[in-house]
């Protein structure tokens, strides 16, 4: 699959407002697409920061997708966001455990990477660090997002409430640093959301 990401900041006191706009009418959008997999939309409420992210079955679905939707997407962000980013990303690892309840978390790692290493580090993930999170409690979903050609990516780990998140830390942080070790990665940033809502199809 390939993933779009919106990562916007702004204003707490208006954050609620984006996130009614894009849960309904900007959902309801996104579904009306062809080759649309899935969405979820994460916030902290505390910081003002929100990250959606769109699913789609290749990247031709992704780009028409973009061109549709890009107008109307900045005019629902428009109330709460100072700042927007924009990132597209292949779902090189997809591995879903359970379905997160409500008051899910997401933890969210910002890499960076030779982009000759591209293969290695899905590899590493999927051989060393999966596992290891399969191993903490509450983990709903694990995945690595990848940019091959700017060397780019993201992990994220999302677990069923924001109790499991908390105490998840220590084991991620290990896995991390086993991880990047072996897969040459460098880690740029670490984010953690609530969950407002994460729907994907994989099959």
């Known amino acids: 699959m390939f993933v779009r990401t919106v990562y916007a900041t702004g204003d707490p006191a208006n954050i609620d407002r984006a ?14 697409q062809p080759g649309f997999r899935g969405f979820g939309i994460f916030v902290d409420r505390e910081l003002g920061k929100l990250l959606a992210v769109s ?26 966001a100072a700042t927007t980013t924009t990132d597209n990303f292949e779902a090189v690892v997809f591995h879903p455990i359970r379905q997160p309840e409500a008051e899910a978390g997401l933890r969210v790692t910002r890499v960076e990477f030779d982009p000759s290493d591209a293969d290695l580090f899905t ?12 191993a903490l409690p509450g ?13 780019r990516g993201l992990v994220g780990a999302l677990f069923t409430d924001r109790e499991s998140l908390a105490a ?16 040459h990665v460098t880690v740029t940033g670490l984010e953690e959301f609530e969950v407002v809502f994460a729907d994907v199809r994989a099959d």
Do not use: C, M, Y
């Not at 996130?19 to 009306?32: A, K, V």
């Not at 590899?123 to 399969?134: H, I, K, N, Q, W």
């Not at 983990?139 to 060397?151: C, E, F, K, N």
């Not at 998840?168 to 897969?183: F, L, N, T, V, Y």
């Open 139 to 151: 983990l709903a979903r694990a995945s690595l997002l990848i940019d091959r050609d700017r060397g």
């Open 123 to 134: 590899d590493t993930f999927r051989a060393s660090v999966v596992p290891r999170l399969e």
């Open 55 to 80: 699913w789609w079955e290749s990247e031709e679905a992704r780009r028409n997708s973009d061109e549709a939707l890009r107008e109307r997407r900045a005019a629902l962000l428009e109330p709460f």
């Open 19 to 32: 996130i009614e706009g894009l849960s309904t009418e900007g959902r309801e959008l996104l579904e009306q």
């Open 168 to 183: 998840s830390r220590a084991g991620q942080a290990a896995a991390r640093h086993e991880g990047a070790a072996k897969a």
